[in-house]
């Protein structure tokens, strides 16, 4: 009965091993803590896009538990983006209590201290009862900021030990220049779940799940192999980071995205195979056909894009280390952050861009992908806080992982290779 | 606070849709609170009298610009979301929520979130 399984994602990736995995980390306190000093203090994060501040004195919060901290992501009379602590220099009040807005300047609303776009202070009322008080010392606390391909990331420690294009060009040097400037219309939603963060990204690091979680939803959006497994088109694993390649079924609707804005057969053998079983969705297609502000053809792709040249590629599961879950498609793009709050609570913020549509026909399609997805999410996140449960009770120490799983072993891997470094005194 | 108004006419080509107007909801929240919340009899209704008008209805809004809706074509544009909105019900679950799902309630739409569309 046994068949021979043949490895072969985890043949290039030796270090990783293919043993069991221990759990500990899922459930430890203490180990949540280094993580916290090693990983999120000290690496880059991602916390939204240069399209959400398009003008100087645009500005938004990010609260980042992970880190201790509250940062303020704000456009200067320059353009530059700059992030720093929303802390006081005065006595620690937070300079800005809404979430997202525009000023010309923050004013402190304790003691009205005021502090321009870059942080520095320029206002102190009734300065001169101060003692030795020179404002060039006393600005807001920087943290270090850079933008990739239009996604902000900051980074607590001031002297980051990697750039940011050092951090991401090892692994991602090949998409850069995929069209993230033209698929400008954005939805979000967020949940606290209670997991560890890493349980939750591990749900999103696999379609081994797709077949089962998704069997009523979009399971028929995936190729499907002749034994009915959906195994992945490739996996790479980086330092840090790691991909995964999924192909699609070009005769679905939410399995051909492409179709939408490149029309064509392809399109319509979608609506025609999906008319009977499906007509909402083919009346979506439909509707869409033609609406989008660009055209996108995978050939215009940069080359790491379906690296592999599949013919029915559908999307590219990008983890930027370390919480950061971008899946690539022709014409459009999921961003989604896992980030703690604590051990066993996390914060998903999910984020999907679509390209902008001219129509009441073109933003009826995008609310059917838009709702497709969003109902897919509940499905991944339905299993998160049971998971979290049964690791709990202790009863098993160890998962077992198959080959097509190979990017949860890596980033189990990444993030124990991390936290055990020894620290250099 | 909240102010009662009447209920969002319909363009009169498309009068006849006026009995389900309950289901023009301008926020993703409130649609998916309605599909949530109904029986699938009633989403079958629905869908079944919007499906037979889709391309109708998107042929007529399709001239009006879509981040300047006057209300009647608003409120019908409103409903084509909603129709949106049930498609998995419909087409996938067979029943208004999702299978074994997360809790709706829990998964929020951020509604401020600026890159959405206007409508
Ligand atoms: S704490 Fe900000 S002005 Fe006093
Ligand atoms: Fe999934």
Not at chain 1, 256 to 271: K, R, S
Not at chain 2, 25 to 32: I, M, P, Q, S, V
Not at chain 2, 65 to 80: R, T
Request: aromatic fraction near 10%.
């Amino acid at each position: 009965m046994n068949k021979v399984i043949k490895l072969h994602l985890h043949d290039r990736y030796p270090e990783l091993g293919k043993g069991p995995v221990p759990v500990e980390p899922y459930i430890s306190a203490p180990y949540f803590d280094k993580e916290q000093a090693k990983i999120f203090k000290k690496t880059w994060l991602h916390v939204g896009r240069v399209e959400e501040i398009p003008k100087a004195g645009d500005y938004f919060v990010k609260d980042l538990e992970a880190c201790e901290a509250s940062i303020i992501v704000v456009r200067d009379k320059a353009g530059c983006i700059n992030a720093m602590h929303n802390v006081c220099s005065h006595r620690m009040n937070q300079i800005v209590y809404e979430k997202r807005g525009q000023a010309r300047k923050f004013f402190c609303k304790f003691h009205g201290w005021a502090y321009d776009l870059e942080g520095k202070l320029t206002g102190v009322p009734e300065e001169e009862s101060f003692f030795d008080l020179d404002k060039c010392d006393h600005g807001l606390t920087r943290v270090a900021c850079d933008v990739w391909q239009g996604f902000i990331f900051i980074n607590l420690d001031p002297n980051p030990a990697l750039s940011l294009a050092e951090f991401m060009q090892p692994m991602f040097r090949d998409i850069e220049g995929y069209p993230f400037d033209k698929i400008t219309t954005g939805f979000q939603w967020s949940t606290v779940v209670n997991c560890n963060w890493k349980l939750a990204l591990d749900a999103f690091q696999e379609a081994y799940h797709v077949a089962y979680v998704h069997g009523r939803s979009i399971a028929d959006a995936i190729d499907t192999a002749a034994d009915g497994a959906m195994p992945p088109l490739d996996a790479l694993c980086g330092e840090f980071h790691r991909r995964l390649s999924i192909a699609g079924n070009p005769k679905s609707v939410y399995g051909n995205p492409n179709a939408v804005t490149a029309g064509g057969a392809a399109a319509q053998q979608a609506i025609a195979d999906s008319a009977t079983a499906k007509p909402i969705a083919a009346a979506a297609l439909r509707a869409g056909l033609g609406s989008a502000t660009h055209q996108f053809r995978k050939e215009d792709l940069p080359k790491g894009m379906n690296w592999t040249g599949h013919d029915n590629w559908l999307f590219d599961i990008n983890v930027v280390f370390p919480d950061f879950y971008l899946s690539l498609r022709p014409n459009y793009f999921q961003a989604y952050n896992f980030r703690p709050l604590s051990q066993g609570k996390t914060l998903l913020e999910a984020r999907v861009y679509y390209p902008e549509m001219k129509t009441a026909g073109g933003r009826f399609y995008l609310e059917y992908m838009k709702v497709a997805l969003r109902d897919v999410l509940l499905e991944d996140l339905s299993t998160l806080e049971r998971t979290q449960s049964a690791v709990q009770t202790g009863v098993k120490k160890e998962m077992l992982l198959q080959d097509f799983e190979l990017l949860v072993r890596h980033g189990a891997h990444v993030v124990d290779r991390i936290v055990n470094e020894e620290t250099k005194a | 606070m909240s102010t009662h108004q009447n209920p969002p006419t319909l363009p009169p080509r498309f009068a006849a849709l006026q009995t389900y107007i309950h289901w023009s909801l301008a926020t993703e929240t409130e649609r998916t609170r309605m599909r949530n919340t109904s029986q699938m009899a009633e989403i079958v209704a629905f869908k079944d009298a919007m499906l037979v008008e889709v391309d109708a209805i998107v042929d007529y809004l399709n001239g009006f610009p879509l981040d300047a809706m006057p209300p009647q074509e608003a409120a019908l544009m409103h409903m084509l979301l909603s129709l949106a909105e049930v498609a998995p019900a419909v087409e996938a679950y067979r029943q208004p929520g999702v299978i074994d799902g997360y809790a709706f309630e829990r998964f929020k739409a951020d509604e401020t979130f600026v890159m959405r569309p206007p409508i």
